[in-house]
């Protein structure tokens, strides 16, 4: 893992030297939002994008990791996400990639669902990650090599009872994100990401009935967040347009 150190001026975790050149194409992560980087699969990505060099800048309504750079925003309200977008880019003078990781569930039958509850999983999820790439494409446009990454869920492509706003939600990531792609190609690298289950909080609080048993095959976070790194460090013009991620006895895939 490359060390960093805290930047003075932006507060954020400045990116310490990299060698140019390791043989495999990749290329320096540069300045990296990510919305959700408080805390499971988002700090994950931040303390990978930070390890390999670059600069995290994190959009939750949680604070992140101590000496990470952040815009404490609920991503439920789009207008307010866009808003920290180019608060971010100004704080940063620029941003270079994009990565959606923040998400919530409201579990349980549709009629037993409070109405707020349903809509705030859909404005979390699908809205609020439109309103943050669309704040941030034109910055994305104007670097070399400007990417995006989405995070959907194998539950973006197939389905479970009692998950109609969760499902709702990432099949309409997984439509954004594909469309996105033909939309920009040649200009921004987009690339889906489709994890499986994850060992983090996320489950945390649920009425038992929909939380994981113990030995489910669960991943760590930062297996996952490694795949990330590795989408958005590839050179220019070559894209990872899909990457599904999950434990081998996944059983929410295929």
């Not at 990299?18 to 499971?40: I, P």
Request: proline content about 7%.
């Amino acid at each position: 893992m490359q060390p960093v150190e805290l930047d003075s001026a932006t507060g954020a975790l400045a990116p310490a030297a990299v060698a140019a050149g390791d043989g495999s194409g990749a290329t320096r992560l540069g300045r990296v939002l990510v919305t959700g980087g408080a805390s499971g699969l988002g700090a994950a990505i931040v303390r990978a994008v930070a390890g390999r060099g670059g600069t995290p800048i994190v959009l939750d309504r949680d604070m992140p990791a101590s000496g990470v750079a952040h815009e404490r925003v609920d991503l439920a309200d789009a207008r307010a996400a866009e808003r920290a977008v180019t608060r971010a880019i100004e704080r940063l003078d620029g941003l270079d990639a994009v990565v959606t990781a923040a998400g919530t569930d409201a579990c349980g039958p549709l009629a037993g669902v409070a109405g707020e509850d349903w809509d705030r999983v859909v404005r979390v999820n699908l809205l609020g990650t439109a309103a943050v790439v669309r704040a941030a494409l034109p910055a994305l446009e104007r670097v070399e090599n400007g990417r995006v990454v989405t995070v959907a869920s194998t539950l973006g492509l197939r389905v479970l009872s009692d998950a109609t706003a969760y499902c709702a939600s990432k099949f309409g990531v997984v439509g954004f994100t594909r469309a996105l792609a033909l939309e920009t190609a040649g200009r921004v690298g987009v690339t889906l990401l489709v994890p499986g289950g994850m060992r983090t909080r996320f489950f945390d609080g649920r009425d038992p009935a929909y939380q994981p048993p113990p030995d489910a095959p669960l991943a760590p976070p930062e297996a996952v967040a490694e795949a990330v790194a590795f989408a958005l460090s590839r050179p220019r013009g070559i894209e990872l347009r899909e990457l599904v991620v999950c434990p081998s006895r996944e059983t929410s895939w295929p």
